[in-house]
């Protein structure tokens, strides 16, 4: 008999990762649920460390802060979001998310679709373009960021 869909992701099932940016706690993904529309990811990070400038050229994507505060870009401008705030993100837009601030930052990156068309599951997501102008200058002046 065929195994029913899980459709629960409980406290110790997440997937968890660790990539230049923050540490992942994967709640959403076809590997753990059989969702073919939503990724859902629980990000931490460290105090002054960044997400720098990148786009995901066919997945839009919410930031929704859990605690902490982020200096979030959308395109050439930014906000300070703080927990229970978020920024949309369309697809194909460039956009950061720097933690400048003494706090640990934690958020959910909600993306869609979860599983790509063949056709667009080949472009490099996310795409960085942190060294392309003018986003390698855009926060000149402002605390600079590392990563993990």
Known sequence: MPQAPKRFVQAGEPV????????NEWLCRPDLVPAEKLLMV???MPPGHCH?????PHREEIIHVVSGRA???????YRILG???????PAGIV???YNPFDETLVF?????????????AAAPDPQDVSSEEPWV???AGMTPCRML
């Open 95 to 97: 956009h950061g998310t």
């Open 16 to 23: 968890r990762e660790t990539n230049p940016w923050t540490h």
């Open 42 to 44: 629980r990000a931490t």
């Open 71 to 77: 200096e979030q870009w959308v395109g050439d401008e």
């Open 137 to 139: 200058s855009i926060r």
């Open 52 to 56: 720098p400038f990148h786009l995901h």
């Open 83 to 89: 927990p229970g705030e978020i920024a949309h993100l």
């Open 108 to 120: 959910h990156a909600i993306l869609s679709p979860a599983k790509l068309p063949d056709e667009c």
